[in-house]
């Protein structure tokens, strides 16, 4: 009887795993400038010949010596761990060894690279083939390495055609580029296809300014960023524990606590949102990573602050000791096991609303409403005199996080306060910000009073019977066709309409939906005149809401005219002896 179980031919095996590793275009580039980054670089250049599967990277990072450059593409051979207790302590991009090794399987790999410290005069060029080096020879280049894979899957034809079309494969190039930018703003990026330049990224300070340049439609004024540090639980189950279940009790009581930071960055709900929930990307340690928890996290919180079938524009990255973070999960290491996954749905919670509060941090002065700037231009070029911003004129914006001081001064039309603060004036539409008020009030304490004469709703339909019962009113039959409700939410219950809303309220939605029916019901209408005091109590109370700057349903509440853009408007920058020719 022959064995029908067969150990496979080394080959075999190489070409197997360089599957599971190297699977595309974005592949390649991804595993290389991750390299790049873990060897400190800060200026990257990546070049494509898509039709000749050609890739080339090239870094400043520290280079390699020639000794490390001979055994750099062998199986598993890295020099970011050493045994088996650092596969859970990962602080670098790469660690497994896989990335050139596959590469060099799949492609035609060449290396050449000068290390900076200790300082070199010359670099080496080294050519591999099936993961050895063949060839080696002295080069002169600047410190930093250059890696090139040509004609890749060319020993793989199937592979190659089974892929995606080239624009595709392009497409995911320029994805994974962008969300490495993210996660690195430090980093100058340059990416050349068929010797052209096609796009390159400026450094920054923060995420915050590398978003700009990626999403074309968002300027720097549509987002707002928030640090948190934290002292995270240490939930890592240690050996004794696995010994001994009964200690996880005393263990997690005395749990150890680890310093993290959370950073989060969001389009300002009124100013910017996305049609899909293609925005809303999660990173840890430097690489974004799926963690579909936390992106459900950062929808539900901001679910009413959108308008309807909108998502946010978000980049949340943590920022965790390496004990947190099991990467031994995907190959590609996009999937991750994160520990106390419950906590840090609690910190994102909390950075969304403190991120959503009006105060002095979060209102550019020197920014204004889009329109308004438009205005601005428009008026500009009908001028000899064109205007550039006086930044002697623009207020800085005070580093303490306060509330801001809002006083009313009159109101437009019986619909809008005007109201001033130390930076210019606000426009604040009375209904939709009386309706945040109620619906926040509503989600505090959603309270149902009995009727002391219940109402007659008539015409129920079963569905509209279980969606009252589901809001805990009480309903029972008067007659044909008829019901008789003896309980209303509070806010309700002394208005004339109360039926109506009760009918309103039957057509569906879970009870957040109700909440928002209710207050936009209860809420002052537009068209209601106000006196100031009234006018400063709904300022006073709508600036201290956990989400001002929307209504339930998505609708900006304020416009801004900053001091700033009524000065350049009114051009209170001229000098008076020119604007009279003088």
Known sequence: MSLSI?????????LIAAGEVIDSLAAVVR????????????????????ELWWVQVADNGKGMSLEDLQVCASPHSTSKICDRQDLWRINSLGFRGEALHSIAQVAELEILSRPRMPIDEIGWRVTYQAGKAVTKEAVAIAPGTIVTAANLFGKIPVRRRGLPPLAQQLKGVQSVIQHLAL???????????????????????????ILPQILKRVSLSDLQSLKLNLDTPDLEIDSDLEKEPS????????????KSQLELIIGLPDRCHRHRADWIKVAVNGRIVNLPELEQTIIAGMARTLPRDRYPLSFLHLHTDSTQIDWNRHPAKTEIYLHSLTYWQEQ????????????????????????IGKLLKVAEKQSKYQLAGDS????????????????????????????????????????????????????????????ETPLILNNLTSAQLEQLERLSIKIEPFGEELWRARNAPAMLAGREDCANALIELSYGGDLQSAQVATACRSAIRNGTPLELPQMQNLLDRWKVTRNPRTCPHGRPIYLSLEESALARFFRRHWVIGKSHGI
């Open 31 to 50: 595993e290389l400038v991750e390299n790049a980054l873990d060897a400190g670089a800060n200026r990257i250049t990546i070049s494509l010949i898509p």
């Open 6 to 14: 067969r150990t496979l031919p080394l080959e075999t095996i190489a």
């Open 247 to 258: 200690l996880l009790p005393t263990k997690i009581a005395d749990v150890n606590l680890v």
């Open 348 to 371: 994102v919670n909390r950075a969304i609303e403190q991120i959503l509060r009006l105060n002095t941090v979060s209102l550019p002065s020197t920014v204004g409403d889009r329109r």
């Open 183 to 209: 996660c690195h703003p430090q980093v100058t990026w340059q990416v050349k296809q068929n010797q052209k330049l096609w796009f390159n990224l400026s450094p920054g300070s923060s995420s915050q300014q």
């Open 392 to 451: 002697s004129s623009q207020k800085k914006v005070s580093n303490e996080i306060g509330l801001i001081k809002l006083k009313a001064v009159a109101q437009v039309n019986k619909t809008y306060i005007v109201a001033e603060h130390t930076s210019g004036l606000w426009l604040v539409e009375q209904h939709i910000a009386h309706e945040r008020v109620l619906y926040e009030q509503l989600q505090d304490d959603w309270q149902l009073m009995s009727l």
